[in-house]
């Protein structure tokens, strides 16, 4: 699924128009982008956390002449799945808390 039919499919799951399911999601991404780059976290229950994690600088090597070069360190951002979407995923349902 590509970003259009993801607009198309939320605008008709919202009941709302295709128009303003594109600003809906362009907000929220343009919002978690913004939270993480800051090193905040966002976690959405049930769904998933997205966060900044630190890599390290390491060594690695060229494929093609197998020469070691040296890998700067640098902040990527992480996604963990939650546990509702880990079940869906796995096709199994998911246990309501009470």
């Not at 905040?40 to 966060?51: C, E, H, M, N, R």
């Given at each position: 699924m590509n970003k259009?039919?993801?607009?198309?499919?939320?605008?008709a799951e919202a009941d709302i128009s295709k128009a303003a399911a594109g600003r809906a999601l362009d907000a929220i991404l343009a919002t978690v982008v913004k939270a993480v780059a800051k090193g905040?976290?966002?976690?959405?229950?049930?769904?998933?956390?997205?966060?900044s994690s630190k890599r390290a600088a390491r060594t690695?090597?060229?494929?093609?002449?197998?020469?070691?070069?040296?890998?700067?360190?640098?902040?990527?951002?992480?996604?963990?799945?939650?546990?509702?979407f880990k079940a869906a995923v796995a096709g199994k349902k998911v246990a309501k808390k009470k």
């Open positions: 259009t039919e993801l607009i198309e499919a939320t605008a905040d976290s966002v976690t959405l229950i049930g769904f998933g956390a997205f966060k690695g090597r060229n494929p093609q002449t197998g020469k070691e070069l040296k890998i700067a360190a640098t902040t990527v951002p992480r996604f963990t799945a939650g546990a509702g």
